[in-house]
């Protein structure tokens, strides 16, 4: 006989949460305000005892079963309508190795939790370009960051990961034991199991050169056109990634240029002062800034920038795609579409994938869009719900024009529910393998709540 849901609270450290109870709306939420999803239960688990204890749960009633790291997933994958959410959010803990140069990290931190950690030490591992994301998810899709050319993505930093798979079981994966678990969750996304920790190789990050350069829109053509050149063989400690943008009402801006539509390079360079201003002048010397504001800052600072600025709730939608080049043909459709962001916060950036991402082979890992130089994400985002419908249809409308230019796939983690066409597009030709161990792992597609990869036939 199936487990009764007395049973699953008997047997959890962590909280249980049904509709009925009182935590339940503010646990139902995700990042996005834009989902609105209703699950049956709510695991949140204190270790992997208790995420043992809800995948049998889920199994025994047949759930649909969503796993839930940070909570940031665009597409909302964090949760599910009326099925089991395995909420991870309570499993924060980080510990430093700073001898071995290495870090253990919960599956429910998100990177504020670990660059906090890791930052006491002078270290850090490669991460995004926010401190609110999840480390899971952000992780297991592959892990682009201000990092990515210096010392690679996310995954080529991870060492291993604990996890509790299908059947209940627990497991290590690394490069020797279960190594092709762990070559599949390194992109693969959360299609193999729960994750409950994760173990990254650590670098000496402390402080960097952050900051960003703006220009009018009238330059745009100019910026990009330098851009893809110099991005090529900027020195990998420079790191910068292009936007369109509206510069915020925020104090740290001159007035004048509070919400003026602007394109931008936000920099987040290792290299000392003097290097990182000698290397990137090139760049910030073309046409006429209206603001270059490059300096020392803490790594945590860099981090967390954004933070104030996308604050949990607002409404998003988001497009992505990579590019192995910029031609003249895309650029104008860029500042085209661009130049038209439909809300303050709506935006479009391309992070440059080169660089040490670059050196490791497309089969070496899960993710395979090794070859690309940009991951570009359209994002339209808005706190007023009554403004979904602008910011989905300049979303759209804008990756409608740029996609024909575009290397066919795009990163697993920018993406909405395009369809299981789009995620093997991303996969390319790992996608069968994906699908094999898929198969050993979970045959039964148990975990589909993510970029599904179907367990081979
Ligand atoms: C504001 C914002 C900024 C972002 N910035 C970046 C960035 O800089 N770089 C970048 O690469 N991405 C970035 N992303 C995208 C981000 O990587 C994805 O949204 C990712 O899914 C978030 O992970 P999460 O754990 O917060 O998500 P969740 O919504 O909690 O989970 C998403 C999916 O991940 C899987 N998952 C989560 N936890 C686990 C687990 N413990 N075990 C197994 N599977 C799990 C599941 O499939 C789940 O459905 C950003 C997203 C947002 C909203």
Redesign the pocket.
């Known amino acids: 006989m199936a487990q009764s849901i007395e049973q699953l609270k008997a047997a959890i450290r962590g909280q249980l949460i049904q509709p009925a109870d009182p935590a339940y709306e503010a646990a139902r939420r ?3 305000g834009m989902i609105d999803k209703r699950p049956r239960v709510i695991v949140r688990a204190v270790d992997a005892g208790d995420i043992m204890a809800a995948v049998q749960y889920g199994r025994e009633n047949e759930l649909l079963v ?9 597409a909302g ?2 949760t599910c309508d009326d099925g089991l959410v395995i909420d ?1 959010s309570l499993m924060k803990g980080v510990r430093v190795d700073p001898a071995a140069r290495t870090v253990r990290v919960g ?1 429910g931190c ?1 990177w504020g939790d670990v660059d906090h950690a890791t930052h006491a030490f002078g270290m850090a591992a490669p991460c ?3 401190s ?7 992780t ?6 201000y990092l990515t050319r210096r010392y690679g993505l996310t995954i080529d930093n991870l060492l291993s990961v604990d996890m509790v798979l299908a059947d209940g079981s627990f497991v290590t994966a690394d490069s020797k034991e279960n190594s092709d678990l762990f070559w599949a969750v390194r992109g693969g ?2 299609n193999f ?4 920790s994760f173990k990254y190789r650590l670098h000496p990050v402390n402080t960097v050169q952050f900051g960003p350069t703006f220009w009018p829109l009238e330059q745009a053509a100019e910026v990009l056109k330098a851009y893809r050149e110099f991005i090529l063989t900027a020195p990998e400690d420079v790191n910068g990634f292009f936007a369109f943008l509206v510069i915020p009402p925020a104090p740290m801006f001159p007035e004048n240029l509070h919400m003026k539509m602007v394109c931008a390079i936000v920099w987040c360079c290792t290299g000392t002062a003097e290097d990182t201003e000698k290397a990137t002048r090139p760049m910030r010397a073309v046409g006429t800034p209206l603001l270059d504001a490059v300096g020392p800052a803490p790594f945590t600072a860099a981090q967390s920038a954004f933070d104030g600025l ?1 604050v949990p709730g607002l409404q ?1 939608y988001w497009r992505a795609d990579y590019f192995t080049e910029l031609s003249d043909a895309a650029i104008g459709k860029h500042i085209e579409h661009g130049s038209k962001l439909p809300t303050m916060l709506s935006t479009m950036h391309l992070y440059p994938v080169n660089g040490a991402a670059q050196r490791v082979d497309k089969n070496d890992t899960a993710y395979s869009f090794r070859e690309a130089t940009f991951a570009e994400v359209i994002v339209g985002i808005d706190p007023d719900p009554a403004n979904a419908g602008k910011i989905t249809d300049w979303c759209r409308s804008y990756y409608d024009a740029l996609h024909p230019y575009s290397a066919g796939g795009a ?1 697993v ?2 993406m909405m529910d395009e369809g299981p066409e789009r995620v093997q597009a991303s996969f390319r030709d790992n996608y069968g393998r994906l699908a094999a161990i898929k198969k050993k792992y979970d045959p039964a597609n148990f ?1 589909r ?2 970029q599904n990869i179907k367990p081979a036939a």
């Not at 609110?132 to 952000?138: E, F, M, N, Y």
């Not at 199991?193 to 409950?196: A, E, I, K, L």
Request: charged share 0%; hydrophobic share 45%; glycine share 34%.
């Open positions: 995700v990042y996005n969503a796993i839930r790291g940070g909570g940031h997933n665009g994958l964090g991870l599956g998100v995004g370009f926010i609110t994301t999840g480390v899971a998810g952000l297991l899709g592959g892990g682009i960051g996304g959360g199991g729960v994750v409950t996308f998003w990163y983690n920018f975990f709540v993510n």
